[in-house]
Structures are given as C-alpha cells and as structure tokens.
C-alpha cells in the first residue's frame, strides 16, 4: 500500500515536472499581438493605470451592454470633437481625466506612451459612431438638489444596473470591486448618521451626480442623460431614505 | 509573456482643437471663472470671437481667475483658483478655499494646455514681467489671515515666484514661495524684468515692495495711510488694498483700496505713499492708467461705475454710473492703443454672464457691448499689431 502511494506519489511528481517544463516552455514562447490587441487588451485591465489602488478598467465606465454605464460609448471617439460635454477639446485629454480622476494615474500618458498609442489604434479600430446611433453624446452635470420619492422596485432592478457593478449586492456588498468601494446604502448611511433623511438623500445624490469630483474617492459621475432624476431617486427609495 | 507589435500609422491623438486666430486690432482673452472657458473677443468688433474651454477638472468649477500672456513665447498663463467645496461650487474661490490653485500654461494659437504648476491654495492676482522671465502669482489667505490668536507672520501668505521656462506639461517643481504679507492680492511687476513686485496686501493695509531678484532680500511694507496700524491684529482692514497698477513711466503705482473707497498712490522711488489720495464714491477694483499717465481709470463697485481721476491732484473728473443691464459689478479697465476709445470688462452676476464694454474715452457713452460668459475674471489685453 505504502509502496502503491509512494509510486503515485512519484508519478504525480513527474506529470507535475512535466506540466512545469511545459508550461515554463509556454512563458518563454512570447505571445504576440498587434497594437489593436495591446489597445483591447488595456482596455479590460486595471494596469491602464498602474496605481496599485486602482480598481477600475476602461471597460467598468464603458462597457454599456454589461450595465449601466457612466462613460460614453467609444465607437467614433477618435473622430468626436469634444468630450466631457464639451469641456474637452482633445481626445488623449479626456482619457487622461479617466485615469488621473478615476484610476488614480500618478502621470498622464502622452502620445509617446506606447499604451497611449495602442489605445489609439484600438479606438479606431471600433470604428465610426453607427449611422443610427444619436448625434454627440451629451454629458449634462447636474446640481445636486433633493427629489421626490420613486418607485422603490424600479429602484431595484435600476440598482442592480448602475451601482452593483461597482458596489456589490444591496446592503453586503457581495462581489464589489474592491474593498474600499462601500456597501450601498449602509456604509453611507452609517457615516452621516446624524443627518436628517433629506440632508442623507443629498448625500447620495451628489455622489452620483459628481462622483469623484464631489469630494473625492474615485466614482465616476452619472449625468442626466445615463441615469434620470427619477431613476435616481427610485434608487433612493429601494434603500428606504424617504 | 505577451509582446505588443508597436503601432504603426498615422500620428496618434491629431489636434482636432480649432485654430485660435488672433485678432489683427486689439482684442481680449477674458477667463469666466464660474463657466471654465476663455472667451477671446475682437476689442475692434465688439464681438465675442471664440470661446475655449479651459482647466484641470472636466467637471468642477476649476474658477480661471485672471489670464496674462507672453506673446513672445506665444503663451498664455491662466491661473486657477479653485472652491474649497462642492458646495460653493461656480463661484472661483475668494481667499477660503483649502485646494491648492493651479496655474495652466496655454498655447496661444488654440490654448491647448501645455504646462501646468501647482500653487498654494487662494491664488489672487499673475502677473509676467515684460521680458518674460518672470511669473508671479500671489495668495489671497483669508482663512490664515483671520487667525485671532495667530503671529502676524502666521496669518501671511506668500507670492510664488517662477521662471516659466521651468514649468512642464507635467510635475513641475515647486516654485519659491516668499511670505509677503496678510492676504495679499493685486500685483504688479517692474518693467521690464519684473525686478520687483508691487503687492496690494488686503488684510495689512499695505502695499508690499518685493524685490525678485535678491529674494532674501526683506519684504518693505508701506502703509497705504499714515493711521495705518503696523502689525495690525486680525479683523477687517480699514483701507483693504485690493489691487495695483504701475504708471506706463512705471513712476508710481496706484492703489485700489477697496474698504475706504478710496485710490492712494505709491512713488515707486522712495517707495513711500503720495499725500494724493482720491475718493471715488464705491469701492475700487482694478484700475488703468491713461497712456500719459495723467488720468487714471477705475472701475467702482456699489456704486458701479466708471471714475476718471487726476492722477496730480486726485480729483474727479469723470464718472459714469452703470446700470445692472449695462455692467453689472465692473471689475476692471482696459486702455487701448487706440485713445479713442476704454474697455470696461463687467463681472456680471452669479446667475447672467459677464460683458466687455467699449466706451467712448471722452464721453464714456457706450459704443459696444460684448458678452462673455460667467463670471470673468481679470482679462490679458493683446495690442494689435
């Protein structure tokens, strides 16, 4: 029996040598691509930016068949004029507030930056804007003002949609992204507890409407035209603030 | 392992920016600090030629307070005054803002960003020297300005001083930074090196004379007013110089003393206050002088209007009220090459934009009117060529 175990043992050991030399084989053989893969590539990874905080990918902003997302979409971007609702006038500048604002890029690229340069060639790679799709994509900045209460069960399904993908499941926070990004509504709610409920629903509604530029963190900002005042506020009564 | 072919292909990231062509007369960039965007107006026209937005923050109100230019380099210096909170944001900060200010480097011909340059918080008033070899912003501290208990060095702020061929596109050193005094906010800068500063010190009610080429050199503060207590404690300033302008012979340097209402003069020689001293009615911001030198425009507030004032003897011998519609919070005068005419760039309220105005020299009666956009700070004049 021993004799049995200890050749298992030693024929494991060998299959395990072998994966290890075949797998060792695989690294040192390089895997090529082109700067549009390299481009696809960064476009799902964090390493866009290489701050080790960094939670976010391209993809977690603009990704609009995932979820609701907060960035526009990017077929034609290349092509587009002006970007952040016309607060940007240059392409590889409004990528650079993604990263520095979002992803905590300690320094902008430049077009030098090989990254920069990949991501170039796989934004023209998707193409121009469709031919049916709307005219300039709108960014309008709201001014955080309190709203009436909405549908709490629209609130659901609009929470599963816009927040989950970054803050988890309701109240746990199940698969969020990372571990500094807080539990909706609870953290929140525990760290202004002396606020009266409409001071609270302020709270929520200038985070999504500023984001990261509401105080800080890293959120990125929802404008009108991704998520409406009244889903917003269906939001708000799913967490139960009226 | 993954290996990435480089890209290959035409120039990455083209500059779509519209060209920025400059007017051949006179014209203005005029910063809207409550809307993020320069607007460039043709001074000959009237007319609002172009508006670019500007800033750090695609979002919030980064609050461009005052624009200057070096044409030379063909450059433009914006500094960026940012709100302490988003709960006063569209309004550019006005001495309480705890985030620190911004100077962007603009390129003239479509104002893309091409330098930046951190500063302490609150920053007031840029200037450049003539020769272009010296920036200098100040810091209006009002928070550290009304700190009872504190020193009166602890309750100044400091100018920062910059060579601008140091400043990069991105992590550019800290400037020098010299204490100058409480809350200072006008600047003006010796021609043509920019040898020394002129500081409207608002919370010390003195004029600071800095100078920038030995900067261990110490700072002479010259009371605005021979009551003028030294060292005063902190509270309201009695006189609140809040701006400066030097004579085209660079002799003397006018004072706009927002809190008594009043214009004092400076001779720069002595560096000691004339006895002239004009009242002019509402409080005083940013002056210009006539190009002889005899006359000194200001723009006053509550009541709002233009005051013409003999810079000999400091009488009144001009004035024209504005209403609301016509120019709302005049903040500063602009004077042309050509003498015919003055230029009175309006604040506006929070809520309607701003406006440049052309007035008639001589009867001050309104020739043309410019809007730009939410509140405009202090504009670059360009002289046409």
């Known amino acids: ?242 | 392992m993954r290996v990435w072919d480089a890209y290959v292909g035409p120039a990455p990231y083209p500059n779509r920016r519209p060209k920025l062509t400059l007017p051949e007369g006179d014209f203005v960039l005029v910063p809207n600090s409550g809307a993020d965007s320069v607007a460039l107006t043709d001074l000959a026209k009237g007319a609002l030629v172009a508006s670019v937005p500007i800033g750090r923050d695609p979002v919030g109100i980064d609050g461009p307070h005052q624009i200057v230019a070096d044409r030379a380099r063909g450059v433009a210096y914006a500094v960026l005054s940012y709100p302490g909170s988003a709960e006063n944001a569209g309004q550019h900060s006005h001495g309480a803002s705890n985030v620190p200010g911004w100077v962007q480097v603009l390129a003239l011909d479509d104002l893309r960003a091409v330098g930046e340059l951190r500063v302490d918080p609150n920053p007031g008033e840029i200037a450049v020297s003539d020769d272009g070899q010296r920036l200098v912003i100040t810091h209006f501290d009002l928070t550290a300005a009304a700190k009872a208990d504190a020193s009166i060095d602890a309750r100044r702020s400091t100018i920062a001083v910059v060579d601008p061929k140091t400043i990069e596109s991105f992590g550019t050193p800290e400037p020098d930074k010299l204490l100058v005094c409480v809350a200072p906010h006008g600047l003006a800068l010796a021609r043509p090196d920019g040898a020394k500063a002129f500081v409207a010190c608002y919370g010390e009610d003195v004029v600071a004379v800095v100078d920038l080429v030995d900067i261990h050199s110490p700072v002479v503060r010259v009371p605005v007013a021979s009551s003028v207590v030294r060292d005063p404690p902190a509270g309201p300033p009695r006189f609140g110089p809040y701006a400066v302008a030097l004579s085209p012979s660079g002799a003397r340097v006018v004072v706009s003393n927002r809190e008594a209402k009043d214009v004092r003069f400076l001779d720069v020689a002595s560096a000691k206050m004339e006895s002239v001293v004009a009242s002019v009615g509402g409080s005083p911001y940013f002056a210009a002088w006539s190009a002889d030198g005899k006359k000194v425009y200001v723009p006053t507030r509550a009541q709002d209007a233009l005051v013409v004032v003999d810079a000999s003897t400091g009488a009144i011998t001009g004035k024209r009220p504005f209403d609301a519609a016509t120019c709302a919070q005049p903040l500063e005068v602009i004077v042309p090459a050509d003498p015919s005419v003055l230029f009175v760039v309006c604040e506006g309220t929070a809520m309607s934009p701003g406006a440049v105005l052309t007035l008639d020299a001589t009867t001050f009666e309104t020739r043309a009117r410019s809007t730009v956009g939410l509140s405009p700070g202090r504009s670059f004049l360009g002289r046409g060529r």
């Open chain 1, 1 to 242: 029996m021993k004799a049995r175990r200890l050749a298992t043992v030693g024929l494991l050991a060998v299959l395990a040598a072998s994966s290890s030399a075949c797998s060792s084989a695989r690294e040192k053989q390089p895997v090529r691509g082109t700067a549009v893969d390299h481009g696809r590539a960064l476009f799902d990874d964090p390493k866009a930016s290489p701050s080790a905080s960094n939670a976010f990918t391209c993809g977690t902003c603009h990704r609009a068949e995932s979820h609701l997302a907060t960035g526009a979409p990017l077929a034609g971007a290349p092509q587009r004029k002006t970007f952040w609702g016309g607060q940007r006038l240059d392409l590889l500048e409004a990528i650079n507030d993604c990263r520095r604002f979002f992803m905590d890029a300690p320094r902008p690229w430049t077009t030098e930056d090989e990254d920069a340069r990949a991501m170039y060639a796989f934004l023209t790679e998707l193409g121009p804007v469709p031919a049916n799709a709307a005219a300039p994509f709108p960014f309008t900045v709201v001014a955080p003002v309190d709203l009436p209460a909405g549908d709490a069960k629209r609130g659901a399904v609009v929470f599963a949609n816009a927040c989950e993908p970054c803050h988890g499941s309701v109240h746990e926070g199940g698969a969020r992204l990372a571990t500094f990004i807080p539990r909706l509504p609870d953290e929140v709610v525990k760290k202004h507890a002396t606020f009266t409920p409409s001071k609270l629903r302020l709270v929520f509604i200038a985070k999504a409407r500023g984001g990261s530029f509401h105080g800080g963190g890293s959120m990125p900002p929802f404008s009108r035209e991704v998520l409406s005042d009244a889903d917003l506020a269906s939001i708000l009564t799913y967490f139960a603030l009226y």
